[in-house]
């Protein structure tokens, strides 16, 4: 019982972590319709960014490096978006595609030069120790679980009341439904994605940060980054790409995949060294499945496409 | 007074004639592979001979990933999970292959000898082996468009490097080799650590003579009526299915035929590097097969031609930079984008560009003595 609930524990962290990425993925492709194959370095600076602001600061000051580096790492979502992307708005989205590649690979390889990360792993844990929180019934709730939990709750729920209860949300769907029409309307367009770039890097930050405190930093031309990056926009389409809830819950599925099926199916061929690397499979297992029987994901709605 | 049915026989071709005639362009291209070979190999030095090779397999890669990228535009960002099937294909056969028959883990034989022959042999099954998997990627594609098609892709190519991974480790002494048989070592693939002492059969012949043959295929299906399907289906797929085009079919005979040859194009690269890493082949590897072919033009053989030299030669030669290779080739590949969006060919073909045609029609003209 207490390994369940730990397990669970466990899920809803990693299910945080991705739905704070997943979040920019599903916003950026709600509105421009293209994979924004360079959020996951976003996510790799805001991890970088926070370890150079945090050094310098003081323990308590963590919530300000948190909100230090979002804004950072936020101004510079808006300059890719302005500097690559916003000359492609016209563009086949191939072409974007392939930009967002570029934009990928120049910030892997900025981010390895000395005068930027260095190209060595550094550990982070060392600013903030994971201490449990409390232990109840033999389960411990740690702190980066808790701080994951609460921020990506706190983030979600602020960003849903954004997208469904503000104008300039009801602005974001208008141009994500006809960005024609929505300009027509008076919407300007340019301010609505630069918006959606500025949240989407934010959110991007806060999850590099946390991914940071539990795993350490790894270089910015590191697969794990990558690899983080596809996992978290593979929660974005199985919810339903596009679409702020679904993915969340998304992220919910891909993480209660990765932890709790490892956790409890990969235990029947326990005794072989290579399970751990089946948590991959599941994942992008789910993620055929899922667009097999449901081609717009679990929330999104089903488009009907005219000659 | 021949009756008519000995008049039209008459206007049949010949058929040993028409079978000749349709295979001379293979024969000069394995003729031409032959003379690249013996003769610029040699004459180019070691490195350079390197660098050919790499130009050579990335035109086979990058040209059958053109084929469902970029005549069935079916986006498809997973082609280095075939390659991986069929590099481990071949690797198993060549290796634990010429251990069983031959007693040795080196090459044998010189041009066209058994370790060759064998080496053929691994590259045919790779192939095989991929376009297996082909059809089983294909058929999402049935159900998936656009960007979730090229997401499953990913998905698959992610699960192949995976399960590349988790395969049992692979044994290196000669004489425990030889206890086992072919079909109990087919599992074991070197795991994570990778597929090492592949064989090095790879050399020009044979990265050329498949990079020829590919080249003619994809030139003939562009102009047959199964390549206009193809092209049908990527400029609208409805619109092609109500004109009788059987999308399904197409789509599914495009991938299939596309994973056989990265699956030849995996087996070239292996016994070219001489050992199998899963997580070289993942990812990042299927996005620099799509970039060859944006770059030099999406559906243009001629642009596949260019970009997979550009995009291989360039590097090699700024190698000394080497801190700020990749930042310029980042830029480089969004500076392309935003200015040439079309890639360096477009559509088009080299012989369909206004300049060309005018230079050939002004020497057919020469030729002709000027007379109108």
Not at chain 1, 29 to 41: C, E, K, Q, V
Not at chain 1, 72 to 96: D, H, W
Not at chain 1, 193 to 219: C, E, H, K, P, Y
Request: glycine residues 10%; contains cysteine.
């Amino acid at each position: 019982m207490s390994d369940l609930l730990q397990t669970t524990i466990n899920t809803l962290a990693v299910g945080g972590l991705y739905a704070l990425i997943a979040l920019g993925y599903t916003l950026v492709y709600g509105i421009l319709r293209f994979i924004n194959f360079a959020h996951s370095d976003i996510v790799a600076w805001g991890g970088w960014l926070a370890l150079t602001v945090a050094s310098s600061a003081p323990v308590f000051a963590m919530p300000a490096v948190l909100l230090i580096t979002m804004a950072i790492c936020a101004l510079m979502g808006v300059s890719i978006e302005f500097l690559a992307y916003r000359p492609l708005r016209k563009a086949p989205r191939l072409n974007v595609l392939i930009t967002a590649i570029g934009v990928s690979l120049f910030l892997q390889n900025v981010g390895l030069l000395d005068k930027f990360f260095g190209n060595r792993p550094k550990g982070i844990s060392a600013l903030l120790a994971n201490d449990v929180l409390v232990t109840v019934a033999g389960v411990e709730l740690r702190l980066f679980d808790a701080m994951t939990i609460v921020l990506a709750i706190v983030l979600v729920v602020v960003l849903e009341r954004l997208v469904y209860g503000t104008k300039m949300g009801r602005a974001m769907r208008a141009v994500s439904f006809d960005e024609r029409t929505a300009s027509l309307m008076g919407i300007n367009v340019n301010v609505v994605v630069s918006l959606t770039f500025a949240i989407g890097s934010a959110l991007a930050a806060a999850g590099g940060l946390l991914f940071a405190f539990r795993n350490d930093l790894r270089q910015t031309a590191d697969a794990s980054w990558v690899l983080l990056g596809l996992k978290a926009f593979v929660a974005a389409v199985v919810g339903g790409i596009g679409n702020v809830r679904g993915a969340a819950a998304g992220a919910l599925l891909i993480a209660f995949v990765e932890v709790f099926v490892h956790r409890y199916i990969s235990a029947l061929f326990s005794g072989t060294q290579w399970v751990a690397q089946l948590q991959d499979v599941y994942v992008f297992a789910i993620l055929i499945l899922v667009l097999m029987f449901r081609p717009s994901g679990l929330l999104g709605k089903a488009t009907v496409e005219k000659v | 007074m021949k009756s008519l049915q000995d008049r039209v026989s008459a206007l049949r071709p010949n058929p040993i004639a028409a079978a000749g005639l349709s295979l001379a362009p293979f024969v000069a291209a394995v003729a031409l592979a032959f003379v690249m070979d013996a003769a610029i190999g040699p004459a180019v030095g070691a490195t350079w001979t390197k660098i050919l090779l790499d130009v050579g397999i990335a035109i086979v890669l990058a040209g059958s990933l053109n084929v469902v990228n970029g005549y069935a535009g079916q986006f498809s960002i997973g082609h280095a999970g075939f390659m991986l099937v069929g590099a481990y294909a071949a690797a198993w056969l060549t290796f634990y292959g010429s251990i069983h028959w031959f007693d040795t883990k080196d090459t044998v034989g010189g041009f066209m000898g058994n370790g060759q022959l064998l080496f053929l042999a691994g590259c045919l099954l790779g192939g095989v082996i991929a376009s297996v998997f082909g059809i089983i990627v294909g058929l999402p594609s049935l159900r998936l468009r656009g960007d979730y098609l090229a997401i499953v892709t990913l998905g698959f190519g992610e699960i192949v490097r995976v399960l590349g991974q988790i395969t049992a480790r692979q044994p290196k002494n000669i004489a425990v080799i030889q206890d086992q048989s072919m079909a109990a070592l087919a599992n074991k693939l070197g795991g994570a650590e990778g597929f090492s002492q592949i064989p090095g059969y790879t050399r020009l012949f044979f990265v050329y003579a498949f990079a020829f043959i590919l080249l003619i295929l994809i030139y003939r299906l562009k102009y047959s009526s199964k390549g206009r399907a193809l092209l049908a289906v990527r400029e609208n797929e409805i619109a092609a299915e109500a004109m009788g085009v059987d999308t399904t079919r197409a789509k599914v005979v495009a991938f299939v035929f596309s994973a056989f040859f990265a699956g030849i194009g995996g087996a070239l690269y292996a016994h070219q590097v001489g050992a199998i890493d899963p997580k070289e082949l993942g990812f990042q590897k299927s996005i620099d097969l799509v970039i060859i072919v944006v770059i030099g033009g999406m559906g243009s053989i001629t642009g596949i031609v260019l970009g997979a030299t550009i995009l291989v030669v360039l590097p090699e030669v700024f190698r000394e930079f080497s801190d700020y290779r990749m930042i310029v080739y980042a830029l480089a590949l969004i500076l392309v984008m935003i200015l040439r969006p079309q890639g360096i060919m477009g559509v088009q073909e080299l012989w369909e560009l206004p300049l060309w045609r005018k230079v050939t029609a002004k020497l057919s003209r020469s030729q002709h003595g000027g007379a109108k």
